[in-house]
């Protein structure tokens, strides 16, 4: 993330109220923008098109597939998408341009393998069992493989610094997304959900074909190199675990209160919990800005000093190494704490303002008991994953790995004890497990500013290391002779 810091530093750096405001807008373009534009087209579509006048079972039907949409193309992405941008980030390194090609074209045929053999089963049940229109399931499918396809070619042009592109061609897929469904229901009289999911399919394949063509734009070489990059899988497994189980924890409290007497079932298929589901939305809407927080601050200060720590390791004094290593940690202190400041404030007046103006627009009852405990325990997990975030700056894979490990069996054990207990203590299941997942990152932090000397000099090894029988450990032999 380093390409926007200088930017960043730029805006930010005049000290002015209207600067300040730039500076935040244009942090949330190239974070959080894609994602408030499929939101934003998604309501203008339900709105125009009478998507509330329709019946209950047809809008659950709609609600329930764009859901699963999301959720599993995340999950299904997740094991890959770490690994990735490590090859990627060391190969840019090397100025080794030509190994990206062969980095995608693997990474593309691992990714969309896995999410077929998920989704493939499912479809044929929602058709067997769920007797749903097979046109219908057709275009689930689609939608589902088509934002697996998003989500994978975004990890490219993220790495090159390409956020503001990113956000441009989902506001042109998003775009075309509401203009096609006003065409398919107005001139081929199609049905409302169908149309809707039509047009959002067409938006995610104009999306990812656009990123598609400006990654083989920037990249036109190919090495060849695939095995180089199944090699990566082998070697960072740890990145894979990581990855994966922090997405699953942020969705595991859901399917456990999928199993609950709460659930709701879809035409025998779909599983979901309507009021806690929603409650998970709003808090973590809540919290979003955390991530623009954190990237504006990391980019325009923490950055720099672990570059200069960097630079001292390869040609500086002793005396270097430590002054720069203690400003570093001094100034990872600071941007942890001056997050949880700063997003504490923007979630407890967003909070406040949510429980005053929701209930006018229908969202009251069940869904604001459930939404401030989730609220709680989305503000820890944002600050936990900047710490895991940190754990990457120094390679600390392990550490990461625990941390994901322990904040999703934390999460899921606690959501499984707070089904047992009242409405109102229904998300302390996050609120454990991210307090968890916190503490275990903020002890390896600590281990890692201790033991940072040995974990960079002293982890090379003299000999390379080889698969075959081990030599003897017999280095010298004397040999007395007889006079």
Request: glycine share 4%; with cysteine.
């Given at each position: 993330m380093a390409g926007i810091g200088i930017r960043l530093n730029k805006i930010f750096g005049k000290n002015t109220i209207t600067t300040s405001m730039f500076g935040f807008g244009y942090s949330m373009v190239i974070t959080v923008a894609p994602m408030f534009l499929v939101i934003m087209a998604i309501m203008v579509m339900q709105y125009f098109l009478g998507f509330s006048k329709l019946g209950y079972s047809e809008r659950e039907l709609y609600?329930?597939?764009?859901?699963?949409?999301?959720?599993?193309?995340?999950?299904?992405?997740?094991?890959?998408?770490?690994?990735?941008?490590?090859?990627?980030?060391?190969v840019i390194y090397r100025e080794e341009y030509e190994n990206i090609l062969p980095c995608y074209y693997i990474g593309l045929i691992m990714n969309i393998t896995l999410s077929c053999l998920v989704g493939i089963p499912f479809c044929i049940w929602e058709y067997v069992v769920g007797h749903v229109w097979i046109f219908y399931v057709f275009m689930g499918f689609c939608g589902y493989i088509a934002l697996v396809l998003v989500f994978y070619s975004m990890l490219y042009l993220s790495i090159c610094k390409d956020y503001k592109k990113i956000s441009l061609f989902f506001f042109i897929g998003m775009l075309?997304?509401?203009?096609?469904?006003?065409?398919?229901?107005?001139?081929?009289?199609?049905?409302?959900?169908?149309?809707?999911?039509?047009?959002?399919?067409?938006?995610?394949?104009?999306?990812?074909?656009l990123e598609n063509s400006l990654i083989r734009s920037y990249f036109r070489k190919n090495s060849g190199k695939y095995r180089e990059v199944l090699r990566y899988f082998k070697k960072y497994w740890q990145l894979v675990a990581t990855n994966f189980l922090y997405i699953l924890g942020l969705y595991v409290h859901n399917f456990v209160f999928w199993n609950t007497d709460m659930r709701l079932v879809v035409v025998k298929s779909f599983v979901c919990n309507q009021p806690y589901d929603m409650a998970t939305c709003l808090a973590m809407f809540t919290n979003i800005s955390a991530s623009v927080i954190f990237i504006a601050r990391v980019e325009m200060h923490f950055h720099e000093r672990y570059k200069y720590y960097s630079e001292a390791v390869i040609g500086g004094r002793g005396m270097d190494i430590e002054n720069t290593k203690s400003r570093m940690f001094s100034q990872l202190s600071d941007e942890l704490m001056n997050l949880v400041r700063i997003q504490f404030i923007?979630?407890?007046?967003?909070?406040?303002?949510?429980?005053?103006?929701?209930?006018?627009?229908?969202?009251?009852?069940?869904v604001m008991k459930i939404y401030p405990c989730l609220t709680a325990g989305y503000f820890i997990m944002f600050i936990m994953y900047s710490a895991i975030i940190f754990l990457y700056y120094f390679n600390d894979l392990t550490g990461a790995l625990v941390t994901a490990l322990s904040f999703c069996m934390a999460t899921m054990i606690g959501s499984i004890i707070a089904t047992f207990l009242p409405v109102i203590w229904y998300g302390l299941g996050l609120v454990i497990g991210a307090s968890?997942?916190?503490?275990?990152?903020?002890?390896?932090?600590?281990?890692?500013?201790?033991?940072?000397?040995?974990?960079?000099f002293c982890n090379g090894s003299i000999m390379d290391r080889g698969v075959g029988k081990k030599p003897s450990s017999k280095v010298y032999s004397k040999v007395l002779k007889r006079v």
């Open positions: 609600a329930c597939t764009v859901l699963y949409i999301f959720i599993f193309s995340l999950l299904t992405a997740s094991p890959f998408n770490a690994v990735l941008s490590k090859y990627m980030s060391d075309a997304a509401v203009f096609l469904s006003f065409v398919f229901v107005e001139i081929f009289h199609l049905s409302v959900i169908v149309s809707m999911l039509m047009a959002l399919d067409i938006g995610f394949v104009i999306i990812a074909c923007v979630t407890v007046v967003v909070f406040f303002l949510c429980i005053i103006l929701l209930p006018k627009f229908g969202f009251g009852g069940m968890v997942g916190w503490s275990m990152a903020y002890h390896r932090l600590r281990v890692m500013e201790k033991t940072l000397d040995v974990h960079i």
